[in-house]
């Protein structure tokens, strides 16, 4: 982040963890006032649905400088967070600004908002479990949203080191109760919490024992929800590959069962492996590109990377000599040398749902980690 941004908070005193937020939200605000200055440029800013949301509530570092009143962060069920800003401009359409909407949205409703706005018929096949909510901005009442139940729930990861100190897991998915359950002020969290935001925001006093019909009334809509997921809870989303030729690339972010969101984590060379859930879109040569660091950085797999910007830490070296791939009944093990920065595979592969699993080797053969960065095209 440019330090244009940064030092008028560092000026003031702020410190360097709050100047490098508060610098990166005027950064986003930059970046939106690019974006809409490009669509006045162009003529297009009338026309053109301009949407803007985040994917949850508060990062913790957030919720300790300002929380709006909202308990939890991110990966909790708390109100703080999964409740997130939405915005939605569309002039020509009669969506403009001014308007505040109350009643429980949640992202699935963006999908079948947008086909109705574009005038695109939604597709039979597909089930769709959002709302539009094109009618509400029409300035058409939607009475069906005031009793609508919504539900949050992420899965859980089970993760363990392996005899040689390598992070293994699996991704269970969440277990029963836990979760939030929306229905108007109420929110039913865990199974066992029950708060109304209109008395308390802050959601600091369960009523789960005073409140008995409320929380029954959850805790059947929750069942019944519950009851509909399985037994696919646990059911992977396959990453496609070989719909065209051009390459999929695949990171550590996407294993099965390893949670890893930050790359600071392959800078300090973290003993973790996982498998890619993948599907083979045709029968046909797939080259598999395998990288300990990411192609635009151009670094040897056995060298260290510089440190970077805060908070990017320098990049330890790895004692990679070998890697490994296994994929449908096929294994295959190439050397390292010290200067490859890429070691390519060429497989035959069968259409259909499978796994993708890798290894970093040392000169004893010793798993280090899974590698960290695959690309795969479909060269035949």
């Known amino acids: 982040m440019e330090d244009e941004y940064k030092q008028p908070y560092r000026d003031r005193g702020d410190g360097e963890t709050l100047a490098r937020m508060y610098g990166a939200l005027e950064r986003y605000d930059a970046i939106c006032a690019r974006v809409d200055d490009f669509l006045k440029k162009e003529g297009l800013r009338d026309n053109t649905i301009v949407i803007y949301l985040v994917d949850n509530g508060l990062c913790k570092q957030t919720a300790e400088v300002f929380s709006a009143g909202l308990r939890g962060h991110k990966r909790a069920y708390y109100e703080g967070a999964h409740r997130v800003p939405f915005f939605i401009r569309w002039p020509d359409g009669g969506w403009s600004g001014g308007k505040d909407f109350g009643q429980l949205t949640e992202g699935q409703d963006v999908f079948p908002t947008l086909l109705d706005a574009c005038g695109i018929k939604h597709p039979e096949n597909l089930e769709v479990t959002g709302k539009s909510l094109a009618p509400l901005f029409d300035g058409k009442p939607m009475p069906e949203l005031d009793d609508r139940i919504l539900f949050v729930s992420f ?3 089970v993760q363990t080191k392996n ?14 109760g836990q979760a939030a359950v929306m229905w108007r002020e109420w929110r039913l969290v865990n199974d066992t919490e029950l708060y109304n935001l209109e008395t308390d925001l802050g959601q600091t006093k369960n009523l789960i024992d005073s409140e008995p019909k409320i929380a029954a009334k959850l805790k059947s809509a929750y069942r019944e929800w519950w009851n509909k997921l399985q037994p696919d809870k646990r059911e992977m989303v396959h990453i496609p590959i070989g719909l065209d030729s051009e390459p999929v690339l695949l990171d550590v972010s996407s294993w099965d069962g390893v949670w890893v969101d930050f790359s600071n984590a392959i ?17 046909g040569e797939y ?43 096929q294994t295959v093990e190439r050397d390292v040398a010290e200067n490859n920065h890429v070691i390519p595979v060429t497989l035959k592969l069968e259409k259909g749902k499978t796994r993708l699993n890798t290894a970093f080797l040392d000169d004893k053969d010793k798993v280090l980690s899974g590698i960290y960065y695959v690309d795969v095209t479909r060269v035949k």
């Open 155 to 157: 899965g859980d990861w």
């Open 163 to 176: 005899a040689d100190g390598v992070l293994e897991g699996g991704r269970t998915g969440p277990e029963f």
């Open 267 to 283: 800078r300090q060379a973290m003993r973790a492996n996982g498998p890619w859930m993948i599907e083979v879109a045709e029968d």
């Open 287 to 329: 080259r598999f590109d395998l990288r300990r660091w990411p192609e635009e950085l151009g670094l040897p797999m056995t060298s260290p990377a510089p440190a970077g910007e805060w908070p990017y830490v320098p990049g330890k070296a790895m004692p990679i000599t070998k890697v490994r791939v296994e994929i449908q009944g």
